[in-house]
């Protein structure tokens, strides 16, 4: 019963676009189910297969999910973590990765003196020695060396933990085929069943957060998040030139699907969005 199910989902997850529109070929399809003597028994063994290929889906994307998460986590704390505080706290005097490190590290170190001497200027605390005004700097870059050094060190297990969950979550892919066919299949049927005004809605909201003109502020703290997770220095020009050069790329391959695609399966879907935009 299973394989049955599998193979005849694999057949409607990759079938072929037609000449006429989906929603076409589906009515006629609806209207011909409803003159045949077994519609009934068809509707019901539909609705099994369609309970079962949500089952699947929501299985697998569960364990897509948690299974790179809980290898990042369990390796980086017990495996990798413990191996790279020891080899990275070896050599005392390594510090900071990149440029950036120590550029934040001045920046801060820098606003804590000026903040000192303005609390004492103002009364806010008592006068201090020049001594005592040193004596705190220095606990203060301590502090601030202490800091950089695990980030340091997070950083290069960020590298290896992120490459595992990376490679984790592939191998569930190529391993899982089946479950990989119904999963587009019910991505599919989750999205045609939305009507068209949904389909359009969504289609905006996407495009208006990943191309929109006011989404180039989010890929700048996302990629400079991105590149300090990962212990990379934050080169102004690499960040400008992917926020000037991705955005557009997505923004061609939407149009594109919109165009090659959706104005296949769903026209009105098209028409909608396109009134919804202007």
């Given at each position: 019963?299973?394989?049955?199910?599998?193979?005849?989902?694999?057949?409607?997850?990759?079938?072929?676009?037609?000449?006429?529109?989906?929603?076409?070929?589906?009515?006629?399809?609806?209207?011909?189910?409803?003159?045949?003597?077994?519609?009934?028994?068809?509707?019901?063994?539909?609705?099994?297969?369609?309970?079962?290929?949500?089952?699947?889906?929501?299985?697998?994307?569960?364990?897509?999910?948690?299974?790179?998460?809980?290898?990042?986590?369990?390796?980086?704390?017990?495996?990798?973590?413990?191996?790279?505080?020891?080899?990275?706290?070896?050599?005392?005097?390594?510090?900071?990765?990149?440029?950036?490190?120590?550029?934040?590290?001045?920046?801060?170190?820098?606003?804590?003196?000026?903040?000192?001497?303005?609390?004492?200027?103002?009364?806010?605390?008592?006068?201090?020695?020049?001594?005592?005004?040193?004596?705190?700097?220095?606990?203060?870059?301590?502090?601030?060396?202490?800091?950089?050094?695990?980030?340091s060190s997070n950083a290069i297990k960020n590298i290896f933990t992120d490459l595992l969950s990376i490679a984790t979550f592939?191998?569930?892919?190529?391993?899982?085929?089946?479950?990989?066919?119904?999963?587009?299949?019910?991505?599919?049927?989750?999205?045609?069943?939305?009507?068209?005004?949904?389909?359009?809605?969504?289609?905006?909201?996407?495009?208006?957060?990943?191309?929109?003109f006011h989404s180039s502020h989010g890929w700048e703290v996302v990629i400079g998040i991105i590149l300090r997770h990962l212990?990379?220095?934050?080169?102004?020009?690499?960040?400008?030139?992917?926020?000037?050069?991705?955005?557009?790329?997505?923004?061609?391959?939407?149009?594109?699907?919109?165009f090659r695609y959706l104005n296949r399966i769903s026209p009105s879907a098209v028409a909608t969005y396109r009134n919804m935009?202007?």
């Amino acid at each position: 019963m299973k394989n049955w199910n599998f193979k005849k989902l694999n057949v409607s997850a990759f079938e072929k676009f037609g000449p006429m529109p989906r929603s076409i070929t589906k009515t006629f399809k609806k209207f011909k189910q409803e003159l045949n003597p077994h519609g009934e028994s068809e509707v019901i063994e539909e609705f099994r297969m369609s309970k079962y290929q949500t089952i699947i889906s929501i299985k697998y994307i569960i364990v897509l999910i948690l299974a790179p998460v809980i290898i990042n986590q369990m390796l980086g704390t017990f495996i990798l973590g413990p191996c790279v505080d020891y080899f990275w706290n070896q050599d005392h005097t390594k510090i900071f990765l990149n440029l950036s490190q120590e550029e934040r590290a001045f920046a801060e170190l820098q606003r804590f003196e000026e903040k000192l001497r303005f609390n004492i200027l103002v009364d806010q605390l008592p006068e201090f020695s020049e001594d005592i005004i040193k004596s705190q700097l220095k606990l203060k870059a301590l502090e601030l060396a202490k800091a950089y050094t695990n980030e340091s060190s997070n950083a290069i297990k960020n590298i290896f933990t992120d490459l595992l969950s990376i490679a984790t979550f592939i191998i569930l892919i190529i391993a899982r085929k089946k479950q990989v066919s119904v999963l587009i299949c019910f991505i599919q049927n989750l999205i045609y069943k939305l009507s068209d005004t949904a389909k359009a809605f969504f289609i905006i909201l996407v495009m208006d957060i990943f191309v929109g003109f006011h989404s180039s502020h989010g890929w700048e703290v996302v990629i400079g998040i991105i590149l300090r997770h990962l212990g990379l220095t934050e080169d102004r020009d690499f960040i400008f030139v992917f926020i000037s050069t991705v955005p557009v790329v997505l923004d061609a391959f939407f149009k594109y699907w919109i165009f090659r695609y959706l104005n296949r399966i769903s026209p009105s879907a098209v028409a909608t969005y396109r009134n919804m935009n202007e």
